[in-house]
């Protein structure tokens, strides 16, 4: 099928008005290649504008400033450690090499203001300050910010669309696609070559049952476009995936508000604790494993504690901002009077936090192995937040290389098919214990940016045999 079976024809494609979405269209523009961006909603959003807008990268220009020595060897090895050696070296050295640069480039070239955020302290699997983003901003932020920066660009914009078929040749080779509109009707257009950025499957639940079936019953916070589309998708053409059981679980979603507690939060000496009024995990061990113990405890909902001190030094989080302005958080002066706030044990309550403190004042490990050092847990005035878990977004998809492009599962490429962010593996290993602070949106930006200028270089080709043809 030529391109003369379609209603007009691009050189570059992308699915998706995300992040990654974003980045790869801005790249593949600055690249030189005419861009048609795609988004099923009418107002971008997705898993980017659902998130901090936070990023994790390593070398980057904000670090130096900051004083923070940092590299992509030192980033490499973390992720390898996080993921017990189980994540694909290809695409973690991808990222340790190119999300720094990403970032800078994001920072230089688009005039977005990300900057290291030294309220994040290293945590979580980051042995150094490596989350940048934007202070006192979102992730819708983030979006709106991109979206602008398309319009700066001259990149055309359909929303409201969402992708509806795939059309290829013999070889693999994708022709054009189907675009469905609102109001039902359908477009056929050609491309060069196709960017999958259209998000993970954490709103689909026949998907979240089959392949990470522990989570079937969670709530989820993802965007609910979040379903399948870039995995079914590139199935269908033959693409291999990847740790398809992978996702951020997260502990603290406040209920019945729907917001994240920061995960500075229990960082800074917060504690989790049930409705018997005791802790059962150790807060720092594992910002996306923790959802399950959380999931474990008898009740609906569990309770985050943690201390004026605490709320200080995430104020400038626009999550515990939100959560003032709902008055969302159990404010009391004494122990009994934040037990009878809670609805837990007093007694129990008292307990809790006093072995905390004593554990912290004795140096040593307690009994959940939370190593205190020089953190304080909490102490009067007390605040509480009502939290509950739930999945986030899966982190497995489509099989890529180190330059974004799907993979067969014989390990060929597909000729001009590029992933990422959620649409694509990611570097958190197979299962929920893998995932570093900010890596999703690390990933949507860094294979992004990847994606954009490999899809440039293949979609000028396509566009050139075009002019030759005529």
């Given at each position: 099928m030529s391109g003369e079976a379609f209603e007009f024809s691009v050189p570059v494609l992308v699915v998706g008005g995300g992040a990654c979405g974003c980045i790869a269209a801005l790249s593949a523009r600055e690249s030189g290649a005419e861009v048609l961006l795609v988004e099923q909603d009418e107002r971008p959003m997705g898993s980017t504008g659902m998130s901090q807008g936070l990023i994790c990268a390593a070398g980057t220009r904000s670090q130096a400033e900051h004083g923070i020595e940092d590299d992509a060897e030192r980033y490499y090895a973390d992720i390898i450690a996080k993921t017990r050696g189980q994540t694909d070296p290809v695409l973690a050295r991808a990222i340790a090499d190119h999300a720094g640069p990403t970032v800078d480039w994001m920072v230089g070239a688009l005039d977005m203001p990300w900057q290291l955020d030294t309220g994040f302290r290293p945590a979580y699997g980051n042995s150094t300050y490596r989350v940048h983003g934007w202070r006192g901003h979102s992730g819708q932020d983030m979006v709106e910010l991109l979206h602008r920066r398309l319009d700066d660009a001259g990149v055309d914009v359909m929303a409201g669309t969402r992708l509806s078929g795939v059309e290829s040749d013999e070889n693999g080779r994708i022709l054009g696609v189907s675009l469905t509109r609102r109001d039902g009707s359908v477009e056929r257009v050609g491309c060069g070559a196709l960017v999958l950025a259209c998000g993970g499957f954490a709103a689909d639940h026949a998907m979240v049952a089959r392949y990470?079936?522990?989570?079937?019953?969670?709530?989820?916070?993802?965007?609910?476009?979040?379903?399948?589309?870039?995995?079914?998708?590139?199935?269908?053409?033959?693409?291999?995936l990847g740790d398809m059981g992978a996702y951020q679980g997260y502990a603290m979603l406040t209920e019945p508000q729907g917001i994240p507690v920061p995960p500075g939060v229990p960082v800074e000496g917060g504690v989790l604790v049930n409705m018997a009024g005791e802790r059962f995990t150790d807060e720092t061990a594992d910002i996306a494993g923790m959802v399950h113990p959380v999931l474990r405890q008898e009740g609906d909902h569990v309770w985050v504690v943690f201390d004026a001190r605490i709320e200080a030094a995430a104020d400038y989080i626009p999550e515990m901002q939100q959560l003032k302005a709902l008055n969302a958080l159990k404010k009391a002066d004494s122990i009994a009077d934040l037990a009878e706030a809670m609805g837990v044990p007093a007694a129990a309550l008292e307990a809790t936090l006093k072995a905390t403190q004593t554990a912290q004042s004795e140096g040593r490990a307690d009994p959940f192995g939370r190593v205190w050092g020089t953190d304080l847990p909490p102490a009067a005035p007390y605040r509480a937040l009502r939290v509950v878990g739930a999945i986030f977004h899966t982190q497995g998809g489509l099989q890529i290389d180190g330059e974004a492009r799907v993979l067969r599962a014989d390990g060929t490429r597909l000729p001009n098919l590029f992933a990422g962010g959620g649409a694509a593996r990611s570097v958190s290993g197979p299962s929920y214990w893998g995932y570093l602070p900010a890596m999703g949106l690390a990933t949507a930006v860094t294979f992004g940016r990847l994606a954009g200028l490999g899809a440039a270089r293949v979609g000028s080709a396509f566009a050139e045999a075009e002019l030759s043809d005529r």
């Open positions: 990470m079936p522990e989570m079937a019953h969670a709530r989820n916070n993802g965007h609910e476009g979040s379903r399948g589309t870039a995995v079914r998708v590139g199935e269908q053409l033959g693409a291999a």
